[in-house]
């Protein structure tokens, strides 16, 4: 069942109703090109602070790690794509 905003039940729109709404507000006030600039500045933003995380928790190692890893996958996908010729 959706949810209501209004806790009586009666009439309102939903949660999802006034998202979309308040979206198409935006939209038309701002254009389009103000959520392409949030939406990069969110990514670049999520994706260092992701980053920091895991060298705070793995540290430096764990990076030499993977890297060796996919540089290793990365051989054997090669020798693989050789024998297919």
Known sequence: ????????????MTVSEA???GGERVRDERGVEF????GRKGGELGGR???EAVRD????AFYEEIGRKGGQKVRELIEQGKKRI
């Open 1 to 12: 069942m959706a949810n209501r905003i209004n806790g009586n039940g009666k009439g309102g």
């Open 19 to 21: 998202g979309r709404k």
């Open 35 to 38: 959520y392409q600039a949030i």
């Open 49 to 51: 602070k992701g980053g």
């Open 57 to 60: 928790k793995y540290g430096p």
